[in-house]
């Protein structure tokens, strides 16, 4: 949709890329900055994370640390991007505002400085 000959278009601010396997996903991931999401088997995110500018190894780094922290999760997808951080936190504010809680396996909303979301339709 574009908005007055602007040519700017709606984004969705979910994270919609495929789910894949954590096997699948071994060969792909690289040491990119980005943000990830890991399911159990019936594809509901049990946590969200991201790897940032400290990370070793990027995304392929993190994810295998959550993974092996987390034996339940079976899947995972991902998003390379330089705003990690922020990119995170709206991720955890999307899943807040469906769900009304955080992914089970991330940290307590304590721990976390989130804003509210009212995504649009």
């Given at each position: 949709?574009?908005?007055g000959?602007w040519g700017l278009?709606?984004?969705s601010?979910?994270?919609s ?6 096997d699948?996903a ?18 509901s995110?049990r ?7 400290k ?5 392929k ?5 959550a ?14 991007t330089?705003?990690?951080l ?5 991720l ?8 009304g809680?955080?992914p089970?396996d991330?940290p ?9 979301l009212?995504?649009?339709?």
């Open positions: 949709m574009s908005i000959g278009s709606f984004v601010v979910r994270l890329k495929k789910w894949l396997s954590i699948e071994r060969g792909l991931l690289r040491g990119n900055l980005g943000v990830f999401a890991l399911a159990d088997a019936q594809q995110t946590y969200i994370g991201y790897a940032g500018g990370s070793l190894f990027g995304l780094g993190e994810v295998a640390a993974v092996q922290a987390l034996p339940a999760v079976t899947f995972v997808r991902w998003e390379v330089t705003s990690y922020s990119r995170y936190k709206e955890l504010m999307l899943h807040h505002y469906d769900y809680e955080l089970p991330n307590p909303p304590a721990a976390i400085t989130l804003g509210k009212r995504p649009a339709g």
